[in-house]
């Protein structure tokens, strides 16, 4: 008989679940061994609260609701929530859970993005919506990095939040190039056409409040386009969900 089969490791596993106990970790951060894997105290430390634009999420001085750029030109989306900036130290996690292949890092990033939803929700008082939509990636793109961290979160996010999640929805046509160090109008040129709904999208979006959920937003160019894409296909009202927003449209992970 195996380890893993033995009475006394299944009674073990049983009590830890019963009891929702972990053996732990190292904080991803401070490396402090504690049960989560980003500690309370760096969560509290580096949680970037600030005056943030309704509309994209952008950090605003002052006490105006939506930034200048936002009242000139309003994206296809209305209202952005995030969890942090896009800065130390939720960059570098960032960055190893998309390019580095950490994907395990998408539940402990997903936990940290819905508590901080949950939050920003009971202070903004929005109705949530009726489904949530990863951004997708193309197929090329997806086989390369071998996975979606959009998906990863949001079918991590979804169920937290009471949100259910349709990755089937909309579809990526173009394998569009890399975004980094683009400015924001060659970022859109890129995105022209770069979205499709899908058939169970256009008979599921019509009359719906959707979410696009993403990992970061720079520009807010990748989500706009998405957005205008689902309010085609009938959607009446389109939300950003996005972990990180950079301090400025320059910022580009």
């Given at each position: 008989?195996s380890?893993?089969?033995s009475?006394?490791?299944?009674?073990w596993?049983?009590?830890?679940?019963?009891w929702?106990?972990?053996?732990?970790?190292?904080?991803?951060i401070?490396?402090?061994?504690?049960?989560?894997?980003?500690?309370?105290?760096?969560?509290?430390?580096?949680?970037h609260?600030?005056?943030?634009c309704?509309?994209c999420?952008?950090?605003?001085v002052?006490?105006?609701?939506?930034?200048?750029?936002?009242?000139?030109?309003?994206?296809?989306?209305?209202?952005?929530?995030?969890?942090f900036?896009?800065?130390?130290?939720?960059?570098?996690?960032?960055?190893?859970?998309?390019?580095?292949?950490?994907?395990?890092?998408?539940?402990?990033?997903?936990?940290?993005m819905?508590d901080?939803?949950?939050t920003?929700a009971?202070?903004t008082?929005?109705?949530?919506?009726?489904?949530?939509?990863?951004?997708?990636?193309?197929?090329?793109?997806?086989?390369?990095?071998?996975?979606?961290?959009?998906?990863?979160?949001?079918?991590?996010?979804?169920?937290?939040?009471?949100?259910?999640?349709?990755?089937?929805w909309v579809?990526?046509?173009?394998?569009?190039?890399?975004?980094?160090?683009?400015?924001?109008?060659?970022?859109?040129?890129?995105?022209?056409?770069?979205?499709a709904?899908?058939?169970?999208?256009?008979?599921?979006?019509?009359?719906?409040?959707v979410?696009?959920?993403?990992?970061?937003?720079?520009?807010?160019?990748?989500?706009?386009?998405?957005?205008a894409?689902?309010?085609r296909?009938?959607?009446?009202?389109?939300?950003?969900w996005?972990?990180?927003?950079?301090?400025?449209d320059?910022?580009?992970?």
């Amino acid at each position: 008989m195996s380890l893993r089969n033995s009475r006394p490791f299944l009674a073990w596993r049983a009590f830890a679940a019963a009891w929702r106990w972990s053996p732990g970790s190292a904080c991803q951060i401070c490396a402090t061994w504690q049960r989560d894997a980003v500690c309370g105290t760096c969560r509290q430390r580096f949680r970037h609260a600030g005056h943030r634009c309704r509309c994209c999420a952008v950090s605003l001085v002052g006490l105006n609701e939506v930034c200048g750029r936002c009242i000139l030109r309003p994206p296809a989306f209305d209202h952005t929530l995030t969890a942090f900036d896009y800065a130390y130290p939720w960059d570098g996690l960032i960055t190893r859970f998309k390019f580095s292949g950490a994907c395990e890092l998408a539940g402990p990033l997903a936990d940290l993005m819905s508590d901080a939803l949950w939050t920003a929700a009971e202070q903004t008082g929005f109705e949530p919506p009726d489904v949530l939509l990863p951004v997708p990636l193309s197929a090329a793109r997806q086989r390369a990095r071998g996975y979606n961290q959009a998906w990863e979160l949001a079918r991590r996010v979804g169920p937290a939040l009471e949100v259910p999640v349709q990755a089937r929805w909309v579809e990526r046509v173009l394998d569009t190039p890399h975004q980094t160090g683009l400015p924001r109008a060659e970022r859109l040129l890129n995105l022209r056409g770069a979205f499709a709904v899908t058939a169970a999208g256009r008979a599921g979006l019509t009359g719906r409040r959707v979410a696009i959920l993403d990992d970061v937003m720079t520009t807010g160019a990748t989500l706009d386009a998405l957005a205008a894409t689902v309010r085609r296909a009938g959607a009446t009202a389109v939300q950003s969900w996005v972990l990180a927003r950079t301090v400025s449209d320059d910022a580009a992970p």
